[in-house]
């Protein structure tokens, strides 16, 4: 054996491990997840107390599993766990018997009057479905995929995407590319359908979906309670600035409070991140910070006022004010800095945070002196 074999031989077994790791993970996940699905709704439809938890029933559950510290259970998800229980019978047959047990034993605990199998769901109606697809695939799916997959409502239409995505091994990007593309309209509506579907599987070649980023799913990294690491989304003057503006703030000592950085939030299957976010203790409120090397667009207005309406809808705590959003747009000729608010109707809040927080132009100043600052150490020619 030479060198180079010796080498090729270490790398391919950190890969294949890598992989397998990466599969193990998310058939835990996607196991956990259609155990929480199948818990749901048991207690829908058998519990008996579950009157008097009614319609918000979802929310009670995501507050009490976030106090117990189970991660990645908001109401949105236990939706999705519940929707893909539903959809996905099958996977039970993947799940470790043992786990199976114990569910069987939680319903006879609760007194479940029901002699059925709680495992089976029946909607009573007789209609031609497509055949589901076997355990050993669905779980070969990350979570990602069934969360995509889960969101076409169409049996016939999902059974279809299903098999495209396994034959071609998509990435989730390309799955997302192709239900957006309507691919399986433009098959029904085309005469030589072969054609469609082999421009569409042409378009998709390239290499499975990446280990690496399967790793980095953000369900992984909440799953396994590691961190979301910055420096895997953002270069190195987006950090050098915002490492800046996190000093800065800190500095004032007017009240900043650090929370967060690249805090994510989910709508649908998309992910953003918020560059920073502060809350400030004297104005009672979050301030919301994004951040763009570049000249300002309208969109990024728009994306920071999505950013505030989530925050206020779903992360406002009782007794704050409604966020504060702080744009800082860098081109390289000036810096632009806007404030804003979302829906604030009362006057003397905003007459408060405009003393408070600081003057546009203090950051404009920071943020250009910095920027200068760190385009002159990469633009010098290093010492030899």
Known sequence: MNYKALLDGIAQAHQQTLAGAARTVNRALVA???????????????????????????????KDLTSAGVPGCGVRMLERMRNIYLAYPAIGNAISSSLLTKFHKSLTHKGSGNSSNPLTISSGKAEMRPSPLPATVVMDLSWSHLIELVSVDDPWKRAFYENECIKGGWSLRQLQRQIGSLLYERTGLSTDKQAVI??????????????????R???VLEFT???EKAHYLENDLERALLDHVQHFLLELGTGFCFEARQRRITVGTEHDRIDLVFYHR????????????????HSDAGQMN???????????ADGDNPPVGLLLCTAKDRTKVEYATAGIDHQLFISRYQVALPKPEELER????????WEQQHSEPHAS
């Open 32 to 62: 956990r997840n259609w155990l929480i699905g199948a818990h749901l709704v048991e207690f829908e439809q058998h519990g008996d107390d579950r009157a008097t938890y009614g319609t918000g029933l979802l929310k009670r559950v995501a």
């Open 198 to 215: 082999e421009h569409a599987r042409q378009q998709s070649e390239g290499a499975p979906a990446d280990i690496a980023q399967l790793i």
């Open 217 to 219: 799913d953000p369900y």
């Open 225 to 227: 309670g590691l961190a």
């Open 282 to 297: 004297i104005l009672r409120c979050h301030l919301l910070i994004d951040l763009k090397v570049r000249a300002f667009r």
């Open 306 to 316: 999505f950013y505030l309406n989530y925050w206020k809808e779903q992360l406002m």
């Open 366 to 373: 920071l943020i250009e002196a910095d920027r200068a600052v």
